[in-house]
């Protein structure tokens, strides 16, 4: 059974970085393309950020274009999200997802991990 459990979540200053870690299981991860969406309080979930099997190419929502950077290690089967000068609008619930069924900065994926809170604030 594929899990996806992310971590590194937390509070932090506006201008601050947090790193976000996706760890899956089974052999999902080295075949998959895998993304970040995030969720906000009475929003819907919008994707974030993208990255085919390869690593290369990578795609990136507008609103964090320069600032957030997506990668991944097959061999530790974990993705990684690295956000940089952090907005408070950028408060949301951040998940982790595997497997795209359509097109890949949509949220339809096959599994999808439990989320992790990240708060800008002063």
């Known amino acids: 059974q594929v899990q996806l459990v992310e971590s590194g979540g937390g509070m932090v200053q506006p201008g601050g970085s947090l790193r976000l870690s996706c760890a899956a299981s089974?052999?999902?991860?080295?075949?998959?393309?895998m993304g970040w969406f995030r969720q906000a309080p009475g929003k819907e979930r919008e994707f974030v950020a993208a990255?085919?099997?390869?690593?290369?190419?990578?795609y990136y929502a507008d609103f964090v274009k320069g600032r957030f950077t997506i990668s991944r290690d097959n061999y530790k089967n974990t993705v990684y999200l690295q956000m940089n000068s952090l907005k408070p609008e950028d408060t949301a619930v951040y998940f982790c997802?595997?497997?795209?069924?359509?097109?890949?900065?949509?949220?339809?994926?096959?599994?999808w991990g439990q989320g992790t809170q990240v708060t800008v604030s002063s």
């Open positions: 089974g052999r999902i991860l080295s075949s998959s393309a």
């Open positions: 990255i085919v099997w390869r690593g290369y190419p990578t």
């Open positions: 997802a595997a497997d795209p069924t359509s097109v890949i900065t949509t949220p339809e994926y096959r599994y």
